[in-house]
């Protein structure tokens, strides 16, 4: 066998090793081996209880919204509608924006604002605007109504949800009564 000859088949070797050391690193970072953690490992198998698990965090308790109103001050409400005021109008009779104009809310029929173009979604919602609809809606927009075409990620304080809807309540020729529970 000539030295060419040698050096032809060591450079088809390398190039043989070569290629499969990459292909078996692309296969790993495309398939990686699951990992089982050691400590699974090494526990033996027992018919005893597992321990409790750990006490899961509690979200705190959120206060009915008859009594976040209650304590609600509809001027703070004013300042957090500021954020609504892009595509909603609160006044009486003024023009509807991206959303339907919003004065005189509070119980009304949902999805009702004249000549509006609301989603299906919206529209296949039925009841009225209660003070707890309102408030579940405003929590989270698309969880109260998939579909929606509020583009708005919601209001995540409680209190001020609440303050914003003892606002609202008082766009309308009479307020709604407040809620007693
Ligand atoms: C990015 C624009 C946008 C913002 C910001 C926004 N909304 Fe809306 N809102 C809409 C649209 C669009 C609709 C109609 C939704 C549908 O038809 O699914 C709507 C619908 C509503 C409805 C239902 C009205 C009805 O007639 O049934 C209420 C209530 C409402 N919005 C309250 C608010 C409040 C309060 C805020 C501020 C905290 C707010 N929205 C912020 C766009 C917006």
């Not at 009304?108 to 004249?114: E, M, N, P």
């Amino acid at each position: 066998m000539s030295l060419f000859e040698l050096n032809k088949i060591a450079g088809a070797l390398l190039a043989a090793l070569l290629t499969a050391g990459i292909a078996t690193t692309i296969s790993n970072l495309v398939y990686p081996e699951p990992h089982v953690p050691e400590i699974l490992l090494a526990v033996p198998a027992s018919d005893e209880d597992p321990a409790p698990p750990a006490e899961a965090p509690t979200e705190p308790e959120i206060v009915p919204i008859a009594a976040r109103l209650a304590a609600a001050d509809p001027a703070k409400g004013e300042r957090e509608v500021r954020k609504c005021l892009a595509c909603h109008s609160f006044g009486a009779g003024e023009p509807h924006r991206v959303g339907p104009n919003l004065y005189g809310l509070v119980n009304r029929t949902k999805a009702a604002g004249d000549d509006f173009l609301y989603s299906l979604a919206m529209a296949d919602r039925g009841g009225t605007w209660t003070y707890d609809d309102l408030d579940a809606f405003l929590a989270g927009p698309q969880a109260y109504v998939p579909g929606t075409t509020m583009a708005f990620a919601g209001v995540r304080d409680p209190d001020a949800r609440a303050a914003i809807i003892a606002w609202l309540r008082l766009q309308a020729d009479t307020p709604a009564p407040l809620p007693t529970h």
